[in-house]
């Protein structure tokens, strides 16, 4: 089957840098998405991996590893305005399927 | 603008009285989807089409329709809902649906009473 996992809630100080890790399993992949979704708004993009290692961009950096089925969004210099919740999705075989988590819930305290 | 429109943003019906939600994009996306979101579930695929006149199930299709009958438009329609279509609704588009990132509309909250 396919199953994709995240942390329900995280909390981290104004400043600071927090992961958010994702776990995935699938019989067929073809890349993952990091979505970010401030509350009442619509997802937004910010990230997409298909090969392994890392990919920057900025203060958000994403991380891959697919034997793992593993991933991670790395947020540097934690602003007050990065409260929301991080959305991880994968591409199933053929690449028209997209199968989201239910994401976490980060919260960045002062 | 580039953007995806969905409407109505709001909409309270009642159970078996059919209502369609529009989706439109000016973007010139081949590939459009539609998404419920529920608390704890996260985001789920209800349908998807890859261009004009081919549309395929997501995993959660039951008590819906689609048609992509123009490229910009991908209308929603629940024939008969069921308090359990109760959902924020999301349309997106992307250029291919492959390793392209979606844009999304800004949701449809929908209740059925």
């Known amino acids: 089957g396919q199953n994709i996992d995240q942390p329900t809630e995280m909390t981290a100080t104004e400043g600071a840098i927090v992961q958010i890790n994702c776990t995935y399993q699938t019989s067929g992949f073809n890349g993952l998405f990091w979505y970010q979704q401030h509350a009442g708004e619509a997802p937004t993009f910010l990230s997409y991996?298909?090969?392994?290692g890392l990919e920057e961009k900025g203060r958000f950096s994403s991380f891959l590893s697919r034997s793992k089925g593993y991933s991670y969004l790395l947020l540097k210099e934690l602003q007050m305005k990065d409260s929301a919740s991080y959305l991880c999705a994968f591409l199933n075989t053929g690449g028209f399927k997209t199968i989201f988590g239910a994401g976490t819930r980060l919260f960045v305290k002062a | 603008e580039a953007q995806v429109t969905q409407n109505p943003r709001y909409l309270i019906t009642v159970t078996g009285k059919k209502l369609t939600v529009t989706c439109s994009q000016n973007m010139n996306h081949e590939y459009m989807s539609w998404y419920r979101q529920d608390p704890g579930l996260g985001l789920r695929q209800i349908y998807y089409s890859m261009n004009v006149e081919v549309t395929d199930k997501g995993d959660v299709p039951e008590g819906y329709k689609v048609s992509r009958k123009e490229k910009r438009n991908f209308p929603l329609i629940l024939e008969s809902p069921s308090p359990n279509q109760t959902s924020l609704y999301f349309c997106a588009s992307s250029l291919s649906g492959r390793n392209t990132e979606a844009f999304f509309g800004q949701g449809t909250r929908l209740t059925v009473v």
């Open positions: 991996n298909v090969l392994d």
